[in-house]
Structure formats: C-alpha cells, structure tokens
C-alpha cells in the first residue's frame, strides 16, 4: 500500500490501484504469468524472485453492468500502450485515427510511423509508434546479423532537444542458419515498435509561442525470404507536430525526465558522482540531490534499464539501439 | 538455399486469457492506495470502467 502510495503520489494518480498481494486475485482470474521464465530468457535475462506472481499485462473494459465488452493483452510488459490508444481499442475508433503518421512500403514489407496527438510540449514525455507489417513468408532480421545484413533500426531526429530511449526491438525468433553454423534473431509478421521521447528543454529553450516541429522516423531494416533477400531499405517517416508552449516546464515531471536522461548516460560507465554532475548538467537548472539520484538508480536497477559494474560504476543494461 | 531452425519464444493465448468478453467481471475487493478495500463493482456504482492488470508499481 505504500508502494502505491508513494506512486500514486508521484504521478498524480486520480483512479483507484489495487493492491494483489499473493497475486490472489491474479491467479483466481487466471492471469498468472506462467511464462516469463522464458520470455526473461529470450532477453538474455534470468527470472528474480520479485517477478514471481505478475500477471501477464492486459486490460479488460467493463459496461454499466460491469458485462466485459472488450479486452487486450500484451505479449510482453514491454509493450505499454498509451491510455489514449487502450480507450480507442477498448471502447471503439472514435474518428479521429493517429493524429500524425507517415508510411512506407518496399517488397515484403510495410511500415508506418505515427503519434497519437500532434501536439506536444517540452519535457512531455511521448510516444512514436511504429509498425512493420510483414507479408507471410517475409523475415526481418534483429540484432546481432549476419555478415553484410542489415538489422532492423529505429531512430528518431529532427530537433537538437529531442532525446529517446534506446529502441528495444523485440527479440523474435531464433533461426539457425545451416550455412553459417550460426544463430540468428528473426522477426515475422506484425512488428510493433514503440520510442518514448521527450524535448528536453529549460528556460531558454522551451519557447513562449506554437512552433512547426517535425520528428523524423528513421527506419532501415533488410527483407528476407526462404530463398532470397532483399536490398537494405533506410527509409525517412516525417511527422509534422506543433510545439505549444509548455508554461510548466520548470516543474518537468522527474520521475518522466531524469531515467530517460540518465539511461543515455550511462552508455559508457560511470560513477554516482559522474552520473550526478552530468544529469544536473543535462537538465540544466534541476539540480537533483545525491539522495535523489539514489533513489531513481535504485528504481532503475530494479527494472533492468541500468546496472552496477563490479567496479561499482553505472552502465545502461538496455540493448543499443542499431547504429 | 538456407535451412532455417526455429525456436520460438512463448506464445500467450491473450484471448482466452481471465473473464471473456460477454461474462460479467468477477467480484474483486482488494486495498488500495488509500490504504482501504475497494470494490470494484460497488465503486463504479453503475459506471463503465477500464480495468488494467500491471506488473507492479514498484518496478
């Protein structure tokens, strides 16, 4: 209950968390993940105690007479639909579509890119989703690749105050290719990718007046059949957003900005001190306290983004995005 | 030609995951942030709901 508190607290939360101690609930529902051991592992990761007893991650809505007229369930945590998107499944389209997106296609193979609002506000964090829609006999390949292939990559660019999250590309299925002697990563089908992003900006950089904004979507991936593959494809996804100014941007959301920025820190090792001074850097005017920086490495550590070297120096514990 | 081995990764079942669409959500009473129990139901009090079942709020 404290727990929930505290984060309840912190987000800002109107709406009622429950607390399933013992997953009693979770398992009378039958939604106990049985799994995760070998999802854990398809990430190279090993299952801990505190993983025992989630649910696997869903949503059911309810009618007037609590009657459940729809539902949704991820295959992972890791996919974290917006509250926006689960209402507009849930309850239905309600016309308005993605706010902004952009498509491609070459053989094999379709992508689109697309925001739910295409207005947005510094240090808001946000979210571009993109989709691969692979023909049936279609494969892409994930890191790492063959010799000469080219993996799928997601970036994002367009503003110098645009910061995201290293891309975690699902890791797909393990193929064996006989000729090489060697396992490779593959993905088939539907390809959901999500990038959290923020504007990182302060004072000076926020602006006071609606601006023209357009995040750029960098997409390369290679098609591959069976029998034969593809050229390399690097495709450009344009999204054309407005700035409003943000009048809040001084109270910026730390529990929002700071493991973003510190994840892209951490790239290299660090210690707490270097961390500190370099986030205090980064953020430019929220000077974030030792005790603080404590805390959010230990929520963070808790949630595999970063580790602890054995030298006692931080390191982002997230895959690199494809370069 | 390449010969492919696959070796997939659990497939969740998400459809026939907990209640199904149709059936009436069970009665769930459980704390809450406040440090109370909550009825689901009585707490809606007639009301739709969007009912989210997460990993935990610590981590």
Redesign the interface.
């Known amino acids: ?1 404290e ?6 607290d912190r987000h800002g ?1 109107s709406y ?6 013992g997953s009693v ?2 398992g ?4 106990l993940n049985v ?1 995760l051991e ?2 854990r592992a ?1 990430f190279g990761r090993p299952i801990e105690e ?1 993983h025992r007893g ?22 992972s ?1 890791r996919i974290r639909p917006t509250g926006r998107t ?2 507009r499944q ?1 309850v239905g389209d309600d016309g308005s579509g993605p706010a902004v997106g952009a498509e491609s296609a070459s053989p094999g193979v379709r992508v689109a890119a697309w925001l739910d609002t295409d207005v947005i506000y510094a240090n808001q964090l946000q979210e571009v989703n993109v989709r691969f829609d692979l023909d049936a006999d279609v494969h892409l390949y994930t890191n790492p690749v063959p010799d000469g292939f080219r993996p799928v990559g997601v970036q994002l660019r367009g503003d110098d105050r645009l910061r995201a999250d290293p891309v975690e590309i699902e ?9 090489l002697g060697d ?1 490779f990563r593959v993905v088939e089908g539907q390809v959901n990718v999500a990038l959290p992003f923020i504007l990182l900006s302060n004072r000076d950089t926020a602006g006071d007046r609606a601006r023209s904004l357009t995040v750029v979507v960098d997409v390369g991936y290679q098609a591959c059949t ?2 034969e593959c593809y050229l390399p494809e690097q495709v450009s996804l344009e999204l054309a957003l407005v700035e409003e100014p943000n009048p809040g941007y001084e109270t910026t959301d730390r529990a929002a900005v700071v493991p973003l920025v510190m994840r892209r820190l951490v790239e290299g090792p660090k210690t707490g001190a270097e961390l500190l001074a370099l986030v205090n850097a980064a953020l430019d005017g929220v000077e974030l306290s030792s005790a603080e920086l404590d805390e959010f490495t230990e ?1 963070m550590q ?2 595999n983004t970063i580790d602890k070297g054995a030298d006692g120096r931080w390191l982002s514990s997230l895959p690199r995005a494809p370069r | ?12 079942d ?2 026939n ?10 009665d ?1 009473v ?6 109370s129990a ?1 009825d ?2 009585e ?2 009090n ?14």
Do not use: C, N
């Open positions: 209950m727990t929930l508190a505290r984060f309840s939360v009622p968390l429950l607390a399933d101690v609930v979770i009378d529902l039958g939604l799994t070998q999802e398809a505190r989630i649910p696997y991650p869903g949503s059911f809505f309810l009618d007037e007479d609590g009657i459940v007229v729809g539902k949704r369930f991820e295959q945590h689960l209402l849930l890791p797909g299925h393990k193929f064996r290719v006989a000729g396992t069976a029998t929520e808790a949630d | 030609m390449a010969d492919f081995t696959e070796l997939p990764i659990p497939e969740v998400a459809e995951l907990g209640p199904v669409v149709g059936q009436r959500f069970p769930v459980l704390p809450s942030q406040t440090g909550l689901l139901h707490h809606r007639g009301r739709k709901a969007l009912v989210v079942f997460h990993r935990s709020a610590d981590w």
